[in-house]
């Protein structure tokens, strides 16, 4: 197959012609910092033999456990350099891919901060990798050894970034090297059971993975519960409750809070192709906290009916839930399901709480100005209010005694039921722009011009697909400088 290696000065583009190459292509491609959970054990990664790092010898003596290392939400865990974690991402990419074949790999400064005394483990590693994957890195670091093995040398410039050099051919259109570039598969990630194990290992079974510091939390703040409102007596059913449902927030808000940062970090792991599915582990990770959440208000029930006897009825416990639902899905939907940052997703999440209060008639029942009033109607809050003892009669527009079960489950979801419209709206405008996207390829790819460079790139390597059809018929000597605009070759 064929390395192709994209140099330039620095700010000159090379990042952002890879991440172009990504997006048009189907491929595999490990960015220039990519992240990883730092907290997670080298040996623990599924089906990857760390001995075959050249350091490892090191640590099996000094500390077999040795942690990936890095910073997570800015928090330092010690393990590997920076050096070391470029090293174990190629050769995660190495150890993963050697049994498939025809891939495009894409790598951005996979050398950075590796010193010359690992130079003949990476020129190695990348000649066994392009004996079954083409190979397209950008790199700054052992320029001249990885150019001049290189089968192409790309180079991109600040001054026109409407062009590249191939070679020693100048002023090549860059949309069309972008397409050209396309020789090669996507990595299909095959589920497992290793990889299913490798969730519950990291997530459930390790302190790391928040749930610790959450039962902890939870513990320490029921039991001031129980502490300062024991003994409550009938008639403060409001007061308790809404005391029991604020801690049940603050005892499940960091792990909520993480959410958006555990999204990115796990998704740049399955990208390295450390384990499987992004789609399985966010809906392994939608459950684990939808239970931790369910037994948080199981906890809280049960210290509800220690300081006040007069609320035991399941009915308290099932508006409790939905109560404490409709704050949570807000945090799992933006944090887990859209690329939005940390800051954005906090915020967002944060508005039904915010709104909670100053609509739901939290702590002015009855009370609101005429117009504004009816969004009462929009929170679980306000059918838990009108469950409570000696508040109904200062409730307005309650639903009959009947109908508050329900009625309070289905405002609970009222978020989720927003957030799944317009997802599916998004999913709609995404396929759409897909189709023309495809219908744009189709029209690159149709052009002498295409097949003639990809003649020129890969040779007689071309991929048999239906998107590189024809490419075969090409002559490397009929390319010529490719000019920018309508012109032809």
Known sequence: MVLTVCIGASGSGKTTFLEHVHKVNKCTYIRQYHNLRPFIAVNKIPNFDPTQLPFWEIYLKEQPNVKIGGTMAGEFTAGLSGGQRKMLLFELIYQRTKNFSDLLICLDEPFAGVTDDFLPYLTQRVEEIRKNHNLLLVTNDHVQALSATADNVLTVSAVDRSIVKINEVEGIDRELALYALSNGNEYEHPNSKDDLRFFFDVEVFSLAGGLGGVAGFTMFANLMLIVSYWD?????????????????????????????????????????????????????????????????????????????????DARYFNAMFWDSASLTFPFLCTGLYTNLP?????????????????????????????????????????????????????????????NLDMAVALSGMIGLVLFLLGYAALTLKQSRDQKLGDTKREAIEGKQDFKDLQKVLFGDKIITSPRNAGAAGATKEGFAIVATGDEQL
């Open 232 to 312: 409550s007596s009938p008639g403060s059913e409001a007061l308790v409750m809404v005391g029991i449902q604020i801690v049940s927030f603050f005892c499940i808000n960091p792990y909520l809070i993480a959410l958006s940062d555990w999204r990115n970090f796990m998704t740049e792991e399955s990208e390295a192709l450390m384990h499987a599915s992004v789609g399985v582990n966010k809906a392994l990770k939608t459950l684990l906290t939808l239970v931790v959440l369910f037994t948080i208000c199981i906890i809280s029930f049960g210290v509800l009916n220690l300081v006040i006897d007069t609320l035991g």
């Open 342 to 402: 940390f800051q954005l997703v906090q915020i967002i999440s944060s508005l039904p709480f915010l709104f909670m209060i100053f609509f739901s008639t939290t702590f002015s029942p009855g009370a609101g100005v005429e117009g504004v009033k009816f969004l009462r109607f929009l929170f679980a809050r306000f059918y838990f209010w009108c469950m409570m003892p000696g508040f109904q009669d200062l409730m307005e527009d309650c639903p009959a005694d009947g």
